[in-house]
C-alpha cells in the first residue's frame, strides 16, 4: 500500500492557491495521464483583471528537467503553450490526460502581473473522484511547512528549483526538538515530489514523531508547495518563509458543529514558532455577526502544551491562547459539537509565527474530506475565478477585520472579459462580521446555474476585508479552498445579441 501511495503522490501532492505571476510564476507541481482506470488532468487557470493585453507562456518540465508533453484541445501536443489573454478576460485550459502518469512543475511567463493557478483532477474510468490544486509559488531560500503524519494522514513536499541548489531538511516535533535531518541536491529546472515520512519519504524511519514541522534551508531560492493528505482527499497547507515578519493573520472562514445524523464539522487551528523567542499566541474566534464564537479545542498529541481558554466558562469564550517555545507549533482542533456554525478567526502574536486553518467533515468520527484556510492578506479590491455547472458550486466568504463597518460591490466576468451582471445591492458587512455566500443559489447571482470566468469585489467604503472562495463538488463530495487576487476588471459592454 505504501508503494502504491508513493505512487500517486503525482497526482495528490498540491496545494492550490492563486498569485500575482510577475514576468514568471511557478507551479511547483503539475500531473498528467493514466495508471490503469485512474487518470489525472491538470487544468490551467490565468485570468487578467487588468486593463492591458498580455500573452503567456506556459513551460512544462519533469522531474530531469526535460520536456514535459501534454496534450490540450485546441493547442495541441506540446510541451510549451502560449495564449492571449486580453483585458479581463480568463483562459481555462485543461489536459486530455493522455499517456502514462507523470508528474513535473510549471513555469508562467507573462508581461504584467496575472492570476495563475492550476487544478488537477482525478478520474475513475472517466468518473470523477477528488481535485486538488497548484498554487504558483515564490521562490525562498528558508520557509518551513507544517507536517501531520499520524494515523490516515501524510504530508508531502514538491519542490522546483530554477537554478542549481541543494537542500537541507530539518524535522522538528511539536515541543521544537529535532526528530531528524538530510540534504540533497536539486538540479536546475529539476522537480521532486516526496513524502515527508514513511518508505521512500525524506525520513523513511523517523521515530517519535507525528506532527510538527519541517524547514527547509537551500543554497538558493526554491518554488514549493505542500498537502496534507488522506486516502484520495487532500487538502493545501501554508509554506511559510522563515524571515517573515507577520504577527497578524485573518481566517475568513472556519467551522463547527454536527447534526443529528452524526455529521460534524471540526476546524483545526496550526500555529508554530518560526523565530528564536517563545511567541504568545492569541486566537479570536467569531460568530458572523462578530460575537465570540463559542469552541472548546484539544491540543493533538501535546499533553504539555500551555493551552488556555481565559473565560473559565468556554463556551462563553471565543477566545484561545497558547505559548509556543522556539521551533514549537500546535494542531488545535476543535470538537464539532453544538450546532453547525461558520464564522471567522484572527490569530495574533507578539513575534513572527506561521499559520493555517484546516477544516475537516466526519462522519461520527470517520473522516470524509477537508479543507485548508490560508492567513488572507487585506484588500480594498480583489478578483477570483469562478468555474461552475451542475453539481459543483463556487462560493466566497468576505471577513471585515476593522471596527469600522464596509460596503462591497460584487460582479461577474466572463471568460471573454464582458460584464456579466451585478449583484442587486451591494454588501454592508459591520467591524468584525463575516459572510459566506455562494455564487449561484439564489444567494449572490440568483439563477446561475453554470458560469465560466471571474469574480470581482471592490470596498466603496471602509477599509480592506479579507476574502477566501471555496470551490465544492457535490457528489461525490469534495472541496478547496482558493485564495483571491489583488485588482478588478469592471468588464466589457456585451455587444447586442
Known amino acids: 500500500m505504501r508503494a502504491k501511495a508513493l505512487t500517486f503522490l503525482v497526482v495528490v501532492l498540491c496545494c492550490f492557491a492563486l498569485s500575482f505571476a510577475q514576468d514568471t510564476a511557478y507551479l511547483p507541481q503539475v500531473a498528467n495521464g493514466a495508471a490503469g482506470a485512474v487518470s489525472v488532468r491538470t487544468t490551467f487557470i490565468i485570468f487578467n483583471p487588468t486593463t492591458v493585453a498580455d500573452t503567456v507562456t506556459i513551460h512544462l518540465t519533469n ?11 485546441g493547442l495541441g501536443t506540446d510541451d510549451e503553450f502560449t495564449v492571449a489573454v486580453g483585458p479581463g478576460q480568463t483562459k481555462i485550459l485543461q489536459t486530455t490526460g493522455a499517456g502514462a502518469l507523470t508528474a513535473g512543475a510549471a513555469r508562467v511567463e507573462s508581461r504584467h502581473p496575472l492570476g495563475v493557478s492550476a487544478i488537477f483532477t482525478m478520474y475513475n474510468s472517466g468518473a470523477f473522484l477528488t481535485e486538488a490544486g497548484v498554487g504558483s509559488s515564490t521562490p525562498l531560500s528558508n520557509l518551513v511547512i507544517p507536517v501531520d503524519v499520524s494515523a490516515g494522514f501524510n504530508t508531502g513536499v514538491a519542490l522546483f528549483a530554477p537554478e542549481a541548489t541543494t537542500v537541507n531538511y530539518t524535522l522538528r516535533r511539536l515541543d521544537g526538538t529535532v526528530a531528524g535531518t538530510t540534504s540533497g541536491p536539486l538540479a536546475r529546472r529539476n522537480h521532486l515530489a516526496k513524502f515527508v515520512a514513511g518508505t521512500g519519504g525524506l525520513f523513511p524511519s523517523v521515530s517519535n514523531f507525528t506532527r510538527g514541522t519541517l524547514e527547509l534551508s537551500c543554497t538558493t531560492p526554491i518554488a514549493a508547495v505542500v498537502l496534507r493528505q488522506n486516502g484520495l482527499s487532500s487538502t493545501t497547507l501554508p509554506v511559510v518563509n522563515k524571515a517573515s515578519s507577520n504577527t497578524d493573520f485573518n481566517l475568513p472562514q472556519i467551522a463547527n458543529g ?15 514558532n518560526i523565530s528564536s523567542t517563545a511567541a504568545n499566541v492569541q486566537i479570536d474566534v467569531r460568530k458572523p455577526d462578530s460575537t465570540a464564537f463559542p469552541v472548546t479545542v484539544q491540543g493533538l498529541d501535546s499533553p504539555s502544551l500551555s493551552l488556555a481558554q481565559p473565560d473559565s466558562s468556554p463556551e462563553q469564550s471565543g477566545r ?3 505559548t509556543l517555545q522556539p521551533g514549537a507549533s500546535a494542531f488545535l482542533q476543535t470538537t464539532g459539537t453544538g450546532a453547525v456554525s461558520v464564522g471567522s478567526a484572527q490569530v495574533s502574536s507578539d513575534v513572527p509565527i506561521g499559520v493555517s486553518g484546516i477544516f475537516t467533515l466526519y462522519n461520527g468520527q470517520t473522516f470524509m474530506t477537508e479543507a485548508g484556510v490560508g492567513d488572507s492578506p487585506v484588500r480594498t479590491d480583489f478578483t477570483l475565478p469562478v468555474d461552475f455547472a451542475a453539481g459543483s458550486s463556487n462560493s466566497i466568504a468576505i471577513f471585515n477585520p476593522n471596527q469600522t463597518p464596509a460596503l462591497i460591490d460584487i460582479w461577474l466576468v466572463d471568460e471573454a472579459g464582458a460584464f456579466a451582471g451585478r449583484i442587486s445591492a451591494p454588501k454592508l458587512l459591520p467591524g468584525l462580521s463575516q459572510i459566506a455566500l455562494q455564487v449561484s443559489d439564489n444567494e449572490l447571482f440568483p439563477g446561475k446555474t453554470s458560469f465560466r470566468g471571474t469574480m470581482c469585489a471592490s470596498v466603496t467604503q471602509g477599509e480592506g476585508v479579507a476574502a477566501v472562495t471555496l470551490r465544492t463538488n457535490n457528489d461525490p463530495l469534495s472541496y478547496t479552498t482558493l485564495p483571491v487576487v489583488e485588482g478588478t476588471f469592471e468588464g466589457t459592454i456585451p455587444s447586442a445579441g
Open 63 to 73: 522531474d530531469a528537467g526535460q520536456a514535459m508533453t501534454v496534450s490540450i484541445p
Open 258 to 272: 454536527g447534526d443529528a445524523a452524526g455529521v460534524n464539522i471540526r476546524t483545526t487551528f496550526i500555529v508554530f
Open 320 to 322: 484561545l491562547t497558547v
